[in-house]
């Protein structure tokens, strides 16, 4: 079985990664230069090169799943990629993903956490709702209608001072119409 590395290089002092136990298992493995990729942050270009050569029935030695995506939509799209392949996953950091199953794992566990986001916007939703503080405070929407109507700001300075997107500028224009 055919063996390959990729991880983030450490460049910024914000977010320090622990790559010693990656390097031990490559060094330990004898990993050709050549299977080892290396990015650094915000750069995917490596990673793409290593989707394109990795080989069918290989495995893909990893730091962290987040390596390989800044979004969990895209680590979806990379790591469902890679099983269509039968890459094994070895995570050094995320020992419960190790093996050939782990889109699966990831796109159950990315259901439930959505599952509870929505619910945690929900209550939140509820909550303001009880509170009376659903939508935009009635003042900035006002005071965007008076100064629309005074006709010295454009529509993108007029929604950028108080605070509101166009949309809602032009819903409360269109309430005053029908009211006047």
Same mark, same amino acid.
């Given at each position: 079985?055919?063996?390959?590395?990729?991880?983030? +290089? #450490?460049?910024?002092?914000?977010?320090?990664?622990? #790559?010693?136990?990656?390097?031990?298992?490559?060094?330990?493995?004898?990993?050709?230069?050549?299977?080892?990729?290396?990015?650094?942050?915000?750069?995917?270009?490596?990673?793409?090169?290593?989707?394109?050569?990795?080989?069918?029935?290989?495995?893909?030695?990893?730091?962290? &799943?987040?390596?390989?995506?800044?979004?969990?939509?895209?680590?979806?799209? &990379?790591? +469902?990629?890679?099983?269509?392949?039968?890459?094994?996953?070895?995570?050094?950091?995320?020992?419960?993903?190790?093996?050939?199953?782990?889109?699966?794992?990831?796109?159950?566990?990315?259901?439930? #956490?959505?599952?509870y986001l929505e619910k945690r916007r929900q209550q939140g939703y509820n909550k303001a709702k009880e509170?009376?503080?659903?939508?935009?405070?009635?003042?900035?929407?006002?005071?965007?209608?008076?100064?629309?109507?005074?006709?010295?700001?454009?529509?993108?300075?007029?929604?950028?001072?108080?605070?509101?997107?166009?949309s809602t500028l032009y819903r409360a224009l269109k309430e005053v119409d029908k009211q006047e």
């Amino acid at each position: 079985m055919k063996n390959y590395s990729y991880f983030v +290089e #450490n460049t910024s002092n914000e977010h320090i990664r622990d #790559n010693s136990k990656l390097f031990s298992l490559i060094r330990d493995l004898e990993l050709d230069e050549r299977d080892i990729f290396v990015d650094i942050e915000n750069q995917k270009t490596e990673l793409n090169k290593l989707l394109d050569t990795i080989e069918q029935n290989s495995r893909l030695i990893i730091r962290s &799943v987040v390596d390989l995506s800044d979004e969990a939509k895209e680590l979806l799209g &990379v790591l +469902e990629e890679l099983q269509e392949k039968s890459v094994i996953l070895c995570s050094i950091e995320e020992r419960f993903l190790n093996g050939d199953e782990y889109y699966t794992s990831m796109k159950g566990f990315a259901k439930i #956490n959505t599952h509870y986001l929505e619910k945690r916007r929900q209550q939140g939703y509820n909550k303001a709702k009880e509170n009376g503080k659903v939508g935009r405070p009635r003042k900035e929407v006002e005071k965007a209608i008076r100064l629309y109507k005074a006709r010295i700001f454009s529509t993108e300075e007029i929604t950028e001072m108080c605070g509101i997107s166009s949309s809602t500028l032009y819903r409360a224009l269109k309430e005053v119409d029908k009211q006047e």
